[in-house]
């Protein structure tokens, strides 16, 4: 999944490596080609501009992405940089005096119980070095971390106090849902589609935060479920075609959650386990699993992944809109608050 990444990496570097026109001049649109535009041929055989978009779609999904995040930090960082400069002039300040005064001046001093905490929750990701030996390098850090900290609370205050207005659009890709296994209501404003992995820890890590958002937005949110079992974890397919082996049973949920708890015990055995654990029929489960009667529907799943620009797990489209890791629930709530307020 490496190699995707790195296309999606080259093909942005390539787009952003043409210079500006110069000062004065009007950049010229690059014109865009009917579908059935002849790119190429071969012994007479065209390539179309159809079957590029159709080859790299997934790419350039991912690109417009990438592009609209650059887009997004750059307008954030110009908005935040005007806002401390107002907000400066009106105190007769420099922007630098102004940090100073309200987030150096203001930034509490880190505690040695704050280190020593921070150090054993963290000792063996330091080699348990001692902590004699890092104690500074970790409150040099720590101290960082929260005048950045105080520095995020007083720009959100200066957001606060203004109107602003973001006209940048973030790109909407359509995905479809079918008969997918879903969680709410059908009739919901917000539709959150995951393509994950039952071997991938951090899919599993994110199962936590989707119960948080159940509870907090109950019908305003459907969660559906999509197979993406990734070619580096060899149990994730069969773990995907066991889960829509329950869903014949009317239990996918119920393994859907016994999988996620156990990412590294998905043997075949094990997972045959588990039904008879659901005291689901054994004899009609294995018999499914065994069979591979759902792996066709699980490797549907994984083409409109990579046909959406899906290159790792989890993967997140909050209304069409794209996010991927397993984030904490203040990002997945800025995206489901954004989409309800559009409905």
Known sequence: MKTDRFVGAGLLVWLLSFSPPASGQQAEPIP?????????????????QADIENRIKGQMLRLNNQIYTLKKQAVDGLINERLLAI?????????QELLQQEVTDKTRTVSE?????????????LGDTPLDEVRDRL???LQRTARRGRQQAFIQELRK???INIHLKPPIVEVAVDNAPSRGSAEAPVTLVEFGDYECPYCARAQATLSQIRETYKDQVRLVFKDFPLSSHPRAQKAAEAARCAGEQDKYWDYHDVLFRNTKALEVAQLKQYAADLQLDTTR???CLDSGQQAAAVRQDLAQGTQLGVSGTPAFFINGRFMSGARQFSAFQELIEDALAAD
């Open 113 to 125: 119980e704050e280190i020593e905490a921070f150090y054993q929750a963290n000792a063996a990701r």
């Open 161 to 163: 106090a203004v109107a």
């Open 139 to 141: 409150a040099q850090q």
């Open 285 to 287: 489960f294995d018999t």
């Open 32 to 48: 865009e080609a009917a579908p059935n535009a002849v790119l190429a041929t071969i012994e007479g055989h065209p390539i179309t």
């Open 87 to 95: 907000e400066a002039g009106k105190r007769g300040l420099s922007s």
